[in-house]
């Protein structure tokens, strides 16, 4: 069955760095988009970045773009994202999701969550101040 499975989350210091990977399993990830959200206590789920299925382009919400980087690596089924300068805003639950199969956006469809089908279970990232 399709899996992601996430990790890589933790506690660290404003303008500190993580690195989350995303491992996943039971698709040709290398056909897929990728996307990174995120979910804070009473929030809804929020687009952090997207990463094509070639890794040829990228996307990143206005908030966290110039201090995150999504990447993939279609020989290890993995995509991350390095976080730098982090803020205790950047507090939250960490999801990797599937997107669609070989598309290329126009717009910016990719920030939606129905855009994506399969999710992990989540990595908590917190930022203390």
């Known amino acids: 069955q399709v899996q992601l499975v996430e990790s890589g989350g933790g506690l660290v210091q404003a303008g500190g760095s993580l690195r989350l990977s995303c491992a996943a399993s039971g698709r040709t990830f290398g056909s897929y988009n990728m996307g990174w959200f995120r979910q804070a206590p009473g929030k809804e789920r929020e687009f952090v970045a997207h990463i094509s299925w070639s890794g040829g382009r990228t996307y990143y919400a206005d908030s966290v773009k110039g201090r995150f980087t999504i990447s993939r690596d279609n020989a290890r089924n993995t995509v991350y994202l390095q976080m730098n300068g982090l803020k205790p805003e950047d507090s939250a639950v960490y999801y990797c999701?599937?997107?669609?199969?070989?598309?290329?956006?126009?717009?910016?469809?990719?920030?939606?969550?129905?855009?994506?089908?399969?999710w992990g279970q989540g990595t908590q990232v917190t930022v203390s101040s």
């Open positions: 999701a599937f997107g669609r199969s070989g598309t290329y956006y126009i717009g910016s469809a990719y920030r939606s969550v129905d855009e994506y089908d399969y």
